[in-house]
T-cell receptor, first 113, second 116 residues
Framework: EAQVTQNPRYLITVTGKKLTVTCSQN?????MSWYRQDPGLGLRQIYY???????DKGDVPEGYKVSRKEKRNFPLILESPSPNQTSLYFC????????????FGPGTRLLVL | AQKVTQAQTEISVVEKEDVTLDCVYE???????LFWYKQPPSGELVFLIR??????QNEISGRYSWNFQKSTSSFNFTITASQVVDPAVYFC?????????????FGKGTRLHILP
């Protein structure tokens, strides 16, 4: 089954404790992306990747890191989480770029205390 | 800079009524793509439609239809005869300059309520 998976689905952590949210897709998509969803703000793109070893900033990259060492994986790293990073995070992938249909993962709900 | 505005934060309609969700966009590019996604109460994001800037034909898919008007930079979405399966947050999105800047900008979404 074609899908985008994210782990964990729910996470409670404390300020400053490094964490990684994993994202994996099995569709051989070149483009992968991370979004955060906050009430009243909609979806905002954090980082995206056009292909292996190619990443770029979205609209809200501060406080986040990503890496793309393999085509199928695109982890989101919060080196020192803060309460303002409490949010619902979605990973997405598409065939070749932002102009293609995005396939979204199920979301990761993060609470930073 | 690219921008997507969904002015309607929430809309309520009575079941079986038609409803139109507005989407206005801003872009400097002549080549761009517009999307609509649905987020039902279960939380997943579901693709509805993708339209490129060179195709202004309106599209109909069952009870859904989309009206793309470049003259007013709008890409509105109409649900005909609304049903109990339609409550969701609906997002409009824009991607411009394919291959050059693959950012995607989403609107803030419109939450649709269906009243019995």
């Amino acid at each position: 089954e074609a899908q985008v998976t994210q782990n964990p689905r729910y996470l409670i952590t404390v300020t400053g404790k490094k964490l990684t949210v994993t994202c994996s897709q099995n569709m051989n998509h070149e483009y992968m992306s991370w979004y955060r969803q906050d009430p009243g703000l909609g979806l905002r793109q954090i980082y995206y990747s056009m292909n292996v070893e190619v990443t770029d900033k979205g609209d809200v990259p501060e406080g986040y890191k990503v890496s793309r060492k393999e085509k199928r994986n695109f982890p989101l790293i919060l080196e020192s989480p803060s309460p303002n990073q409490t949010s619902l995070y979605f990973c997405a992938s598409s065939l070749i770029g932002g102009v293609e249909t995005q396939y979204f993962g199920p979301g990761t709900r993060l609470l930073v205390l | 800079a690219q921008k997507v505005t969904q002015a309607q934060t929430e809309i309520s309609v009575v079941e079986k009524e038609d409803v139109t969700l507005d989407c206005v966009y801003e872009t400097r590019d002549t080549t761009y793509y517009l999307f609509w996604y649905k987020q039902p109460p279960s939380g997943e994001l579901v693709f509805l439609i993708r339209r490129n800037s060179f195709d202004e034909q309106n599209e109909i898919s069952g009870r859904y239809s989309w009206n793309f008007q470049k003259s007013t930079s709008s890409f509105n979405f109409t649900i005909t005869a609304s049903q109990v399966v339609d409550p969701a947050v609906y997002f409009c999105a824009l991607s411009e300059a394919p291959g050059r800047d693959d950012k995607i900008i989403f609107g803030k979404g419109t939450r649709l309520h269906i009243l019995p």
